[in-house]
Nanobody
């Protein structure tokens, strides 16, 4: 099973930047993809960006394309999300997730054709003036 711990959230003004980090650990680190998701109050969890673990290919939702950048440090088992040009609509809890299945009550979200089922605890991002 994999453990995911997010950090780096906070409050930022519109146009500002934040860098989220996800520390990955556990006995099984074999997954097809790892990514970032977000959930705003009253809305469903949605995919933001992910990396193909096999070839390093990156994917972004239309709403963040050109503003967010996902990256990884394989040797450190870390994944990052650099967020620039933040907007109020980027506000939400940001989760790191892998394509391994979690517990029975873990949500499963489909993004770029992958099923993401193992989640971290999330980190809050608030964009407000």
């Amino acid at each position: 099973q994999v453990q995911l711990v997010e950090s780096g959230g906070g409050v930022v003004q519109p146009g500002g930047s934040l860098r989220l980090s996800c520390a990955v650990s556990g006995s099984t680190l074999d997954y097809d993809a790892i990514g970032w998701f977000r959930q705003a109050p009253g809305k469903e969890r949605e995919g933001v960006s992910c990396i193909n673990s096999r070839d390093g290919g990156t994917y972004y939702s239309d709403s963040v394309q050109g503003r967010f950048t996902i990256s990884r440090e394989t040797a450190k088992n870390m994944v990052y999300l650099q967020m620039n040009g933040l907007k109020p609509e980027d506000t939400g809890v940001y989760y790191c997730a892998t394509t391994q299945m979690g517990t029975n009550d873990s949500p499963v979200v489909v993004f770029e054709g992958w099923f993401f089922g193992s989640w971290g605890q999330g980190t809050q991002v608030t964009v407000s003036s």
